[in-house]
């Protein structure tokens, strides 16, 4: 993926796996028959591969961040190209996926989350 071309910028914020708050920027990059996106946070580096639109590969790079446990996201369009939009353009708010039954309001649930919690500090 080449970041020199022209491509769109969003911010993607939400709650990490850690339910720390972050705000990232997303780069979406056209290619030959598509777009592909990419993503860094920390350690972590995301990047979704060619799909048709810009709004499938937003789609799939949220996707990414919910399999890995990050909540609460969102995403705002900054650059067209190199236009800056500010904060023109409204937020865009991705649900939480529903979590497994056998962890949804129940203490076996919370104390599961209270040692995954443990071990990732």
């Known amino acids: 993926m080449n970041s020199t071309s022209p491509h769109n910028i969003y911010h993607v914020a939400g709650l990490d796996d850690r339910e720390r708050g972050f705000s990232r920027q997303l780069h979406v990059i056209p290619g030959q028959g598509g777009f592909q996106a990419k993503l860094r946070y920390e350690s972590l580096q995301i990047e979704v591969d060619l799909v ?70």
């Open 52 to 121: 048709p639109t810009e709004d499938q590969v937003v789609q799939g790079l949220i996707q990414v961040l919910h399999d890995r446990g990050y909540r609460q996201l969102r995403t705002q369009r900054i650059f067209i190209g190199e236009r800056y939009l500010g904060s023109q353009e409204l937020w865009v708010e991705y649900p939480d996926p529903e979590a497994p039954l056998e962890t949804r309001n129940t203490w076996l649930g919370w104390i599961r989350q209270i040692v995954r919690r443990s071990l990732l500090s």
